[in-house]
């Protein structure tokens, strides 16, 4: 069996080199910011079921910078993160707080997302199921844990029929460049989505 740290490796070597991603550079420990992920967010937001959503958590991660304009200008609210208070988050209706150097100017610190409906968090790797795998450490490494749907975006070179490693965690929607893949329900092994 595949390990995570091996998955891992595989993916980031992959987007390396066919050149499928951009800053920060090497995208190695990170979940990357891949080609395309602009086209991957307005697939996701565009989805009926994130398109009448008008709350959401959504990670820190470059690669979700697209998503995060996006979602903004759509006037939705977003949670982001606080990447120096740990437990805390950035409210954020300001398309000007989508990057993260604009959160302290354009977002109100909270310790609650109070009102969110659905989180989006950035992966390395993702499978036709629904099983993310991110970076291994950070904000979400795991999930969230929120009882919300998880959205991911990814490229296809992150994309596997199956996880060779167990997931961190499962999600609802995949959002890709081209399509929005919609996983079953139930995992592979019979048991339903959390």
């Known amino acids: 069996m595949t390990t995570a740290g091996a998955l891992r490796e595989q993916v980031w070597d992959e987007l390396v080199a066919r050149r499928a991603c951009a800053y920060p550079l090497p995208p190695h420990g990170h979940c990357p910011n891949f080609t395309h992920a602009k086209k991957a967010a307005a697939q996701l937001l565009s989805h009926p079921d ?31 993160p606080h990447q120096h208070r740990q437990g805390w988050y950035w409210r954020v209706t300001d ?16 310790l609650t997302p109070t009102g969110a409906q659905a989180a989006v968090i950035a992966c390395v790797a ?57 996983p079953p329900a139930h995992l592979p092994d019979g048991t339903n989505r959390p």
């Not at 994309?159 to 961190?168: K, V």
């Open 50 to 80: 994130v398109a009448a959503l008008h709350t959401l958590i959504v990670g820190p991660e470059r690669a979700l910078l697209p998503l995060r304009q996006q979602a903004l200008k759509a006037g939705k609210t977003l949670f982001v």
């Open 126 to 182: 993702a499978d036709h199921h629904g099983a993310r795998l991110g970076k291994g450490f950070g904000w979400g490494a795991r999930g969230l844990h929120l009882g919300l749907p998880e959205f991911t975006l990814a490229h296809p070179l992150m994309l596997r029929p199956a996880l060779p490693c167990p997931a961190d965690s499962h999600v609802a929607l995949i959002g890709t460049p081209d399509r929005v893949i919609t």
């Open 95 to 110: 398309p000007a707080g989508a990057k993260l150097s604009g959160l302290r100017a354009h977002g109100e610190a909270t």
